[in-house]
T-cell receptor
Framework: SQKIEQNSEALNIQEGKTATLTCNYT??????LQWYRQDPGRGPVFLLL?????KEKRKERLKVTFDTTLKQSLFHITASQPADSATYLC???????????FGKGTSLLVTP | SAVISQKPSRDICQRGTSLTIQCQVD?????MFWYRQQPGQSLTLIAT?????????ESGFVIDKFPISRPNLTFSTLTVSNMSPEDSSIYLC??????????????FGPGTRLTVL
C-alpha cells in the first residue's frame, strides 16, 4: 500500500538556523508532491508544489527538493523564525490523481 | 486562491444524533473534498463531492454514515450520521481547480471541530 513517512519526532531549532524536514514515500509514482503548513486548530495552508520532473523549487525562505529515485523530498526553511513554528505536512496525489494523501506531519519549534 | 468558510466551527453532540457541516467557497471550483483529521493524526480523505451527482467515497467511508451534497460549484455539505465518540474529529473541506501546470493545489477551510459525548 502507499505510504508517506515524515519524522514523527518534533524538530526543535534555534532562530536563524535552517530547518530541514524529510518526507519519504513508498509504492508511489507521484506526478507531484506538495508541502502544507498547519497551525493548531486551523486547516492546512499550501506552501509549495514540486512536480516529478523538477529537482528543486524555491519560494522566499523555503526550498523543496524532490528525488524520485530515492523517493524522498526535503523541505528547508532558511533563517528560521519563531513564527515558522507549526506542523508541516507532505502530501502526494492519490491514485485518482485529484485528492491528496497526507503524511502525519512534522512539528517544528523555532526558539528565540 | 479561494476563500473557504465552514459552519459550524465547532460543536459538541450527543451520541446517536447527526450533524451537518456546511462548506462555502467564494468562487466556483471544480473539485471539492471532505477530509477528517483525528487527534494526533494526519488528514484522511472521506470523499470527493461531485456536483449534481453522488459523492465518491474512499475505502472505509460509506454514504449512509457520511451523506454529502453538492448542489452547485460553490457549496457542499457533509453530514455525520448516528454519531459515536469515535467520530470526534476535525472535519475539513478543501477545494481545487483542475487546470494547467501549477494549478493543482488544494485550499482548505478552517475545519469543524466535532466532539461526540
Amino acid at each position: 500500500s502507499q505510504k508517506i513517512e515524515q519524522n514523527s519526532e518534533a524538530l526543535n531549532i534555534q532562530e536563524g538556523k535552517t530547518a530541514t524536514l524529510t518526507c519519504n514515500y513508498t509504492n508511489y509514482s507521484p506526478a507531484y508532491l506538495q508541502w502544507y503548513r498547519q497551525d493548531p486548530g486551523r486547516g492546512p495552508v499550501f506552501l509549495l508544489l514540486i512536480r516529478e520532473n523538477e529537482k528543486e523549487k524555491r519560494k522566499e525562505r523555503l526550498k523543496v527538493t524532490f528525488d524520485t529515485t530515492l523517493k524522498q523530498s526535503l523541505f528547508h526553511i532558511t533563517a528560521s523564525q519563531p513564527a515558522d513554528s507549526a506542523t508541516y505536512l507532505c502530501a502526494l496525489d492519490m491514485y485518482s490523481g485529484y485528492a491528496l494523501n497526507f503524511g502525519k506531519g512534522t512539528s517544528l519549534l523555532v526558539t528565540p | 486562491s479561494a476563500v473557504i468558510s465552514q459552519k459550524p466551527s465547532r460543536d459538541i453532540c450527543q451520541r446517536g444524533t447527526s450533524l451537518t457541516i456546511q462548506c462555502q467557497v467564494d468562487s466556483q471550483v471544480t473539485m471539492m473534498f471532505w477530509y477528517r483529521q483525528q487527534p494526533g493524526q494526519s488528514l484522511t480523505l472521506i470523499a470527493t463531492a461531485n456536483q449534481g451527482s453522488e459523492a465518491t467515497y474512499e475505502s472505509g467511508f460509506v454514504i449512509d454514515k457520511f451523506p454529502i451534497s453538492r448542489p452547485n460549484l460553490t457549496f457542499s455539505t457533509l453530514t455525520v450520521s448516528n454519531m459515536s465518540p469515535e467520530d470526534s474529529s476535525i472535519y475539513l473541506c478543501s477545494v481545487m481547480n483542475r487546470g494547467g501546470r501549477g494549478t493543482d493545489t488544494q485550499y482548505f477551510g478552517p475545519g469543524t471541530r466535532l466532539t461526540v459525548l
